[in-house]
């Protein structure tokens, strides 16, 4: 049976961005996934708690995708993670339904990958700077998959994009077996 696959893009506005839109129209048509805008899902910031966990449970492999903002990911995502990942079902007691399920995040940077480094623009990779979303995952008992990264993407170019897009669109559909290789 095919893995099915969720993909939650949180950017605050999807129509003007270049680089994560170019990243989901990679995943365009593609079976057994569903790509879906955030923002543009709850624009009151309204979360459907229960949706959410719905969906959680439905498929296999969730993948979180969003722009860099300040090391970090947009507001409405953090907002997410604090609804949907409550406490008797993400975690604590009798909270086991996300065992089992693994995890991607996907970010675009405005920054190149050499700043990226110790003594480089931002000091520090983006695995350390995303330690509080991978903590938070495996605390609910998922599985951390390794990262994906657009680096450079406002001044990229398009080509560079698309390619990063092909890229993208491969990394989240294989295995975690090959991904940790
Ligand atoms: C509020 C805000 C904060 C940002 N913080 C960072 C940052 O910490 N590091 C970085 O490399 N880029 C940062 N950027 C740049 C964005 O990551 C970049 O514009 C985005 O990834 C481009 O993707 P898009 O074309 O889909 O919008 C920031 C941009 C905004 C608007």
Redesign the pocket.
């Known amino acids: 049976m095919k893995m099915k696959i969720m993909v939650i893009i949180a950017?605050p506005d999807l129509k003007q961005?270049?680089?994560?839109?170019a990243l989901a129209q990679a995943l365009n048509g593609q079976t057994d996934t569903l790509v879906r805008d955030l923002y543009q899902e709850y624009p009151n910031w309204t979360i459907d708690v229960q949706k959410e966990q719905q969906l959680l449970l439905e498929y296999d492999r969730i993948v979180f995708q969003f722009?860099?903002?300040?090391?970090s990911c947009p507001p409405l995502l953090k907002k997410w993670f604090d609804d949907v990942l409550t406490y008797g079902w993400a975690f604590g007691p009798g909270g086991e339904h996300l065992k089992g399920k693994e995890f991607v995040v996907a970010i675009?940077?405005?920054?190149p990958e050499n700043g990226y480094r110790s003594g480089g623009d931002?000091w520090f990779t983006i695995s350390e700077l995303i330690r509080p979303i991978q903590a938070t995952l495996v605390r609910c008992n998922g599985t951390f998959l390794p990262i994906f990264v657009t680096y450079n993407?406002?001044f990229g170019t398009d080509a560079y994009l698309s390619q990063e897009a092909r890229r993208y669109a491969e990394h989240i559909q294989t295995s975690l077996i090959t991904l940790a290789r």
């Open positions: 950017h961005s270049r680089a994560n839109q722009p860099f903002y300040w090391y675009t940077t405005g920054g931002n993407a406002s």
